[in-house]
């Protein structure tokens, strides 16, 4: 037999999953003294590579390989441990066997860096994240200078959810790295690079950014036409998503609905079949809704002393909500929308009540058919987070009565069920209520918070720390301001209590790859983007500082408890000195030594 028929009853075997039938092809070859082809080898390892067999990858490679690996069967080696890792963990094992391929001086292929480097990414750990922009640098200083577009477009996307700055993105960064791969370099960028750049400059929340997002979305309609004028490139969900981002952070409505009406015309024409008004265009144009302010202030308009009709007197607040009933009555039977933005509180409300409705009940009627174009809503599906963005719109232009209603029966409504950010987004809102509603607030929130205190013990889901902080600050705020002193104090005893200060300095041990020793070789990122003082602590326990017990703190001054005084600064302090203590022994602390398995893998190379 001919080596390319051996190949061939490989590949068959590998096709039919009889991963057995290609050994002992591999084997037959090998003791008839048939050369064994890089590629033969390289089937049987892209099978058990893809199922996360370590330990079958590993004995393929260290008894059928003679020479040096090839790119690919590194980048399968690799990709054994990326899939063996748990989710959401760091792939320390990985990263061992890439830097054991660089000691070779055989570094694998930048495809292996960037599977690397996605898989960091995609962990929520500020040290992953760190580590994914380290490795980053480590690659373009002893593999490749030079990234690839891909490469390029993650690292830009990375930039929208940055690790170094407590901002919600970094555009200065993204836009340096744009121009780097475009100006510098000279590559094409594709649409996802564009969606990139634009994103990361539309989440920073700054005008300017915002407004660059948008010319670099026109610049990629415009600036690229064929010699019929038809654009290149043609935008897709992420861009108009990109663009929501920006509009939201602003409040600008008016191009909210802009880019509504751009998808809706999208869809009918059928110019780009992936994109479609869904669950996560909705959520955006909600929060648009729940930031913009509308010029016409009720409480500005002069009102009539007397009536046209029975001539007696009028007060502002009938009036407001005989308009607002007036406009919002008619609106769910209504399927346009002025050209202009709404104009009011009550035209806000009226509108996005419509929409709304219009998600349930379009999406209802499509049911489990194919997507309809002419059912704009069609498409969006009902979500948590989907709701608490409907919410917010009430949160902002409603009444906290009005509030209270929605948000004991929109959820059922919807068949979706509540999350930690539903109680802590209430909350919030019950602690900015008016004096004149703080008693209807704070009947609410005893709701919420009993609600949420049985939520937060079922198990549903894991509350983030920074959550569980927000939302006994809120409550603990709210007792303050109206005058229940006592149990706002049982609040602080219960929740010192749930978290002690003494919780925050257990922190986990440092690990070996974040090492800052100065080498020129180590199983390591040799040059580092980010330093120790960059990096955010991610599992700081819950805690509360004087931030979050001044109105307490003030009450008790005022009504001269001195007993309540002292504890409020104990507590305080007792947090802050716990911070205190896990910051300086994080500076002081000393990298682990490799463990076992990096070391195994280390090993496991010297076979190669």
Same mark, same amino acid.
């Given at each position: ?130 580590? %994914?922009?380290?490795?980053? /640098?480590?690659?373009?200083? @002893? +593999?490749? $200078?030079?990234?690839?577009?891909? #490469?390029? =477009?993650? !690292?830009?996307? %990375?930039?929208?959810?940055? /690790?170094?700055?407590?901002? @919600? +993105?970094? $555009?200065?960064?993204?836009?340096? #790295?744009? =121009?780097? !791969? ?427």
């Amino acid at each position: 037999m001919s080596i390319e028929e051996w190949q061939a009853l490989i590949r068959i075997s590998i096709h039919s999953n009889d991963v057995k039938g290609a050994e002992e092809c591999l084997d037959l070859m090998k003791r008839t003294g048939v050369p064994i082809s890089a590629e033969a080898v390289t089937d049987v390892i892209y099978y058990h590579a893809n199922n996360a067999n370590i330990a079958e990858t590993e004995r393929i490679i260290n008894t059928y390989m003679t020479g040096p690996a090839t790119d690919r069967q590194q980048h399968l080696h690799v990709r054994a441990y990326l899939r063996a890792t748990t989710p959401n963990t760091i792939p320390e094992s990985a990263l061992a066997v890439l830097h054991a391929y660089e000691a070779k001086s055989n570094p694998p292929a930048m495809n292996t860096y960037t599977s690397v480097i996605t898989t960091l990414f995609s962990v929520r750990d500020s040290i992953a994240n760190a580590q %994914a922009w380290d490795l980053y /640098t480590h690659m373009r200083y @002893v +593999a490749h $200078p030079i990234p690839d577009p891909f #490469l390029y =477009t993650l !690292m830009i996307r %990375a930039c929208a959810s940055p /690790t170094f700055s407590s901002r @919600v +993105a970094e $555009p200065e960064r993204a836009l340096d #790295l744009w =121009t780097e !791969m475009t100006v510098d370099h000279n590559m094409r960028p594709t649409v996802a690079t564009y969606n990139a750049v634009i994103l990361a400059c539309t989440r920073s929340g700054s005008k300017t950014y915002i407004n660059e997002g948008f010319r670099l979305a026109k610049e990629m309609i415009e600036s690229h036409k064929d010699a019929n004028g038809v654009p290149t490139y043609v935008p897709d969900q992420q861009t108009f998503c990109a663009l929501l981002e920006g509009a939201k952070r602003i409040g600008d409505l008016n191009r909210t609905r802009w880019i509504l009406a751009k998808i809706s015309n999208l869809m009918m024409e059928n110019r780009s079949p992936n994109t479609s008004i869904n669950e996560e265009v909705m959520m955006h144009a909600f929060h648009t809704y729940a930031s913009y302010n509308p010029p016409f202030k009720r409480e500005l308009a002069p009102l009539s002393d007397v009536a046209k009709d029975d001539h007696q007197p009028v007060s502002s607040s009938t009036s407001t909500s005989a308009t607002d009933a007036k406009s919002r009555a008619p609106a769910l039977e209504s399927i346009s929308f002025a050209h202009i933005a709404p104009q009011s509180r009550g035209e806000v409300l009226a509108e996005v009540d419509t929409l709304f409705h219009r998600s349930m009940t379009e999406r209802t009627a499509r049911g489990d058919g194919p997507f309809d174009p002419s059912l704009n809503f069609g498409n969006v599906d009902m979500s948590t987070r989907l709701v608490n963005s409907y919410l917010a719109i009430h949160y902002k232009h409603g009444t906290i009565k009005a509030a209270q209603q929605l948000f004991n029966s929109v959820f059922e409504k919807a068949g979706v069920e509540k999350s930690a950010r539903s109680y802590k987004e209430a909350l919030e809102r019950c602690l900015l209520a008016p004096k004149r509603d703080r008693a209807d607030a704070l009947t609410f929130a005893r709701e919420l918070f009993a609600e949420y205190s049985s939520y937060e013990t079922s198990g549903k889901e894991v509350v983030n720390a920074r959550t569980i902080e927000r939302v006994h600050t809120a409550f603990i705020r709210l007792l303050a301001l109206t005058k229940n002193e006592r149990e706002a104090v049982e609040r602080v005893k219960a929740f010192v209590a749930k978290y002690p200060p003494a919780t925050l300095r257990q922190q986990d041990p440092k690990p070996a790859m974040r090492s800052t020793r100065t080498s020129l070789f180590a199983a390591r990122p040799l040059v580092r983007m980010s330093s120790i003082v960059e990096v955010p602590d991610s599992h700081v326990p819950p805690m509360l500082l004087f931030n979050d017990l001044d109105v307490l703190h003030h009450r008790f001054v005022h009504i001269g408890d001195m007993d309540g005084i002292a504890y409020i600064k104990y507590v305080c302090k007792a947090y802050e000195w716990a911070l205190r203590v896990r910051r300086d022994e994080t500076f002081r602390a000393k990298p682990l030594v490799a463990q076992s398995a990096s070391e195994s893998g280390e090993e496991d190379e010297q076979d190669i």
